[in-house]
């Protein structure tokens, strides 16, 4: 499986377990498989759903701060690749 990097988190919010991820390059939409790595994060999911300013959306690209739900622990500054099958 190849990835493609994304974007990275900007911030986590742990007692919702949000991750803020900024798209700096590609695009993601709901249903994607994503891999958050960091110094001690490794977390593969898909996105079942996110949200940009409060607002559920179905896809975003380049420039779009947005929100995911995530199963785990994440840290700013963690690289999102997009899993490309």
Known sequence: MEEKKVGQVIKFFGKISVAAIRLTE??????D??????????????????????????????????????SGKVRENDVVFKVVE
């Not at 759903?49 to 995530?70: C, F, H, L, R, Y």
């Open 26 to 31: 590609g695009s993601l939409k709901v249903g």
């Open 33 to 70: 498989r994503i891999h958050i790595v960091g110094h001690t994060t490794d977390l593969t999911q898909t996105i079942e759903s996110m949200q940009i300013e409060n607002k559920n959306v179905q896809e975003a690209g380049p420039g779009a701060d947005i929100g995911v739900k995530v």
